[in-house]
């Protein structure tokens, strides 16, 4: 599965930014798409995920703020980001995942930078 982030870029604080994830490949094999971010000396952390089923699921920080979505043929996935934080700021990666949690692949990742 190959996957291509988009929609990064520079916003300030209490901005908005949708984030978009192209899947290819053997997109029949993927269950769910996350998403995660690195930001800057950190380790890669999870922020959300859409399933095949419609589920989704947040972690703590995300909740509220952010919406995550995908196709039912999970070819493309989204992240709709809202209120952003400086501490939002990152690199966000997608990645593809089948139905108990093995990774098929990862993004090259999209920067987020919010200014405060």
């Known amino acids: 599965v190959q996957l291509v982030e988009s929609g990064g870029g520079l916003v300030q604080t209490g901005g908005s930014l949708r984030l978009s994830c192209a899947a290819s490949?053997?997109?029949?094999?993927?269950?769910?798409l996350a998403w995660y971010r690195q930001a800057p000396g950190e380790q890669r952390e999870y922020v959300a995920k859409?399933?095949?089923?419609?589920?989704?699921n947040y972690a703590d920080f995300a909740k509220g703020r952010f919406t995550a979505s995908s196709d039912n043929a999970m070819t493309t996935a989204y992240l709709e980001m809202n209120d952003l934080k400086p501490d939002d700021t990152a690199v966000y990666y997608c990645?593809?995942?089948?139905?108990?949690?093995?990774?098929?692949?990862w993004g090259q990742g999209t920067r987020v930078t919010v200014s405060s």
């Open positions: 859409a399933t095949r089923t419609g589920h989704t």
């Open positions: 490949g053997s997109t029949a094999e993927i269950y769910s």
């Open positions: 990645s593809a995942l089948r139905r108990f949690g093995e990774f098929l692949g």
